[in-house]
T-cell receptor, first 114, second 116 residues
Framework: AQSVTQLGSHVSVSEGALVLLRCNYSSSVPPYLFWYVQYPNQGLQLLLKYTSAATLVKGINGFEAEFKKSETSFHLTKPSAHMSDAAEYFCAVSDGTSYDKVIFGPGTSLSVIP | GAVVSQHPSWVICKSGTSVKIECRSLDFQATTMFWYRQFPKQSLMLMATSNEGSKATYEQGVEKDKFLINHASLTLSTLTVTSAHPEDSSFYIC????????????FGPGTRLTVT
């Protein structure tokens, strides 16, 4: 069975500072990994995905994540936080089967302090 | 491309009534759609997996007679909350996977249900 943990339910950073959101996964097969962002009262938007190609994945809005198999991690980073980055972020895992369900982590709320 | 819509975006209903939420893939055909429920400040909880032309597969603990799912076409799935109660108030989100075999889910904007 797959699972996802996100360390830190709430993270605060100053505008312009590094953003680091942590994600660890558990999977019995090589996983597909995703990061989604959700703004209040909206659906989810895909930031980036790992699908067994390059371990460093670049996404939208300046975000990137690195797949580390030895650490079973897929942390999300952004060099410089913007106010518009304040949102809820979800890490998710799938076993890669086309029609299989995706398991979401509990989410991390990111606040950006001006 | 790959746009998923939901209707309505929000709905208020009285306890005991039924509410239908539609999920449509606007520019692609979706053989599989998923329905999620999200409580405030919480993550998405998968309720069921809906495949076109077949019965939905419900997750453990989800009442299939209360949350009726129909996936009658490759572009439309509906979730009907029957005999709604205040505890059914939540944010319901659908997602869809296209027929190309892509593993990526495309999410709808969600429907806020409030039962009074």
């Amino acid at each position: 069975a797959q699972s996802v943990t996100q360390l830190g339910s709430h993270v605060s950073v100053s505008e312009g500072a590094l953003v680091l959101l942590r994600c660890n996964y558990s999977s019995s097969v090589p996983p597909y990994l995703f990061w989604y962002v959700q703004y209040p009262n909206q659906g989810l938007q895909l930031l980036l995905k790992y699908t067994s190609a390059a371990t460093l994945v670049k996404g939208i809005n300046g975000f990137e994540a690195e797949f580390k198999k030895s650490e079973t991690s897929f942390h999300l980073t952004k060099p410089s936080a913007h106010m518009s980055d304040a949102a809820e972020y979800f890490c998710a895992v799938s076993d890669g089967t086309s029609y299989d369900k995706v398991i979401f982590g509990p989410g991390t709320s990111l606040s950006v302090i001006p | 491309g790959a746009v998923v819509s939901q209707h309505p975006s929000w709905v208020i209903c009285k306890s005991g009534t039924s509410v239908k939420i539609e999920c449509r893939s606007l520019d692609f055909q979706a053989t599989t759609m998923f329905w999620y429920r999200q409580f405030p400040k919480q993550s998405l909880m998968l309720m069921a997996t809906s495949n076109e032309g077949s019965k939905a597969t419900y997750e453990q603990g989800v009442e299939k007679d209360k949350f009726l799912i129909n996936h009658a076409s490759l572009t439309l799935s509906t979730l009907t909350v029957t005999s709604a109660h205040p505890e059914d108030s939540s944010f319901y989100i659908c997602s869809a996977i296209g027929t190309s075999g892509s593993y990526e889910q495309y999410f709808g904007p969600g429907t806020r249900l409030t039962v009074t």
